[in-house]
Nanobody, 113 residues
Framework: QVQFVESGGGLVQPGGSLRLSCAAS????????IGWYRQTPGKQRELVAHITSSGSTNYADSVKGRFTISRDDAKNTVYLQMNSLKPEDTAVYYC???????WGQGTQVTVSS
């Protein structure tokens, strides 16, 4: 079992920023495309950003221009920099390889005034 652990969530005010981290162990990290997802109660889990093994990135329309995904293969870590946060960004955020069916615990992001 490859472990992916999310961290960096918290409570921020609208307009604030957070950086989430996704650290992996037990894998050759560089071969995976990695996605960040989010889930709110009563709604379908949404893919918000992903980065391929070659470094190509894609974003959901709702976060374009505000979120940036990056990876550091030497550290086995993927990041999600979130700027200009809005209340509707409130969710539990998860990371996983795009091809994986296994979900971790996620990290809670709450945007509230």
């Amino acid at each position: 079992q490859v472990q992916f652990v999310e961290s960096g969530g918290g409570l921020v005010q609208p307009g604030g920023s957070l950086r989430l981290s996704c650290a992996a162990s037990g894998s050759i990290f560089s071969i995976y495309g990695i996605g960040w997802y989010r889930q709110t109660p009563g709604k379908q889990r949404e893919l918000v950003a992903h980065i391929t093994s070659s470094g190509s990135t894609n974003y959901a329309d709702s976060v374009k221009g505000r979120f940036t995904i990056s990876r550091d293969d030497a550290k086995n870590t993927v990041y999600l920099q979130m700027n200009s946060l809005k209340p509707e960004d409130t969710a539990v955020y998860y990371c996983k390889p795009l091809a994986s069916a296994h979900w971790g615990q996620g990290t809670q992001v709450t945007v509230s005034s």
